[in-house]
């Protein structure tokens, strides 16, 4: 068994390693460390500061042979003190494509080697912290004219973003990817060190941006009467009416992301109307959720999304 030290990354000093095995052994003994990195005895190799957290989003990832910092002054200090770039990952603990991401690359040996040994990693649970998650997802959408999660942002120790993405297969030619992880850590960090100009006009441009983009989000949202008209709910439920899947319920879509918003919508719309046929599509709604896949027929309780029509 090992000290419990990710690859790459500097012994922890002997406070911090005693306080992750501490947090370890409250776990008791039936704890099963999410990872593949475990010794014969069942015990992970690796751990790292998310074994401190209390999100279960972050602790999945406690065992990861990246070397993780939360969010905070300790992680961007680091960045400072050892003049590196910090690689920001975000997520939630069930969203199927952070698994992915983690399972090809949080969970690689070498990946996580190269990541420890020339970033400083963090982990944020958007369900957490939203508020971080809105101005990086603003990098993102800026940059790639989308967003999504697991959420890839690389930052200058003064937390200000310089690139950005989602989801990125470990490897070139992964899933027809021509540039993968590995890849791109590897010439993100050359070009951070090699030609800081470009990093500070790409990360000048790309905070204002997100400034341009936040501050008209809150006039918007300032703006904004305390009730919607008439009129705009009406427009609403006519918008619903064209995207409807009248076979499977929901919207015409896959994956599909089922939210109780629209349906209440509707009812609400159906006790003011009477609309028999905003009814139908609230309830066909429900019950293709109930009596499908998505629900947990033994525990109860709903799926965050499906990966099909269904």
């Not at 950005?164 to 992880?181: E, K, L, M, Q, S």
């Not at 995207?243 to 629209?262: I, M």
Request: aromatic letters at 10%; glycine letters at 8%; proline letters at 6%.
């Amino acid at each position: 068994m090992t000290d419990g030290t990710p690859p790459g990354s500097a012994p922890f000093a002997a406070q911090l390693a005693n306080a992750l095995g501490a947090a370890i052994a409250r776990r008791g003994p039936d704890y099963v460390p999410r990872t593949h990195h475990l010794d014969a005895a069942g015990r992970p190799l690796f751990t790292n500061r998310l074994a401190l957290e209390t999100s279960p989003y972050l602790l999945q990832h406690a065992h990861n042979p990246v070397n993780w910092f939360p969010w905070g002054d300790e992680a961007f200090s680091e960045a400072r003190r050892l003049a590196r770039p910090v690689f920001l990952s975000i997520g939630y603990s069930t969203c199927h494509w952070c698994h992915v991401m983690e399972a090809e690359s949080f969970e690689d040996e070498e990946i996580a080697r190269f990541v420890n040994q020339h970033y400083v990693a963090i982990k944020v649970d958007r369900e957490e912290r939203p508020d971080i998650d809105a101005v990086y997802m603003s990098a993102v959408q800026q940059l790639t004219g989308s967003g999504g999660w697991p959420m890839s942002v690389w930052l200058t120790a003064a937390r200000e973003p310089f690139f950005a993405g989602t989801y990125f297969p470990p490897r070139d030619g992964v899933r027809g990817g021509a540039r993968g992880f590995l890849s791109l850590l590897g010439a993100l960090s050359e070009t951070f060190h090699r030609d800081p100009d470009r990093v500070g006009k790409a990360s000048a441009a790309l905070v204002e941006a997100v400034r341009q983009d936040m501050q008209g989000t809150a006039a918007a949202n300032a703006d904004t009467c305390d009730l919607p008209t008439r009129e705009l709910i009406d427009a609403t439920v006519a918008h619903y009416r064209g995207s409807f899947d009248s076979e499977h319920g929901g919207l015409k879509r896959a994956p599909k992301f089922p939210s109780h918003v629209p349906v209440r919508l509707l009812l609400r719309h159906v006790k003011r109307t009477g609309d028999a046929e905003a009814l139908h599509m609230a309830t066909l709604t429900l019950e293709k959720m109930a009596a499908g896949g998505l629900y947990d027929q033994l525990g109860g309780g709903f799926h965050r999304y499906s990966t099909d029509a269904h």
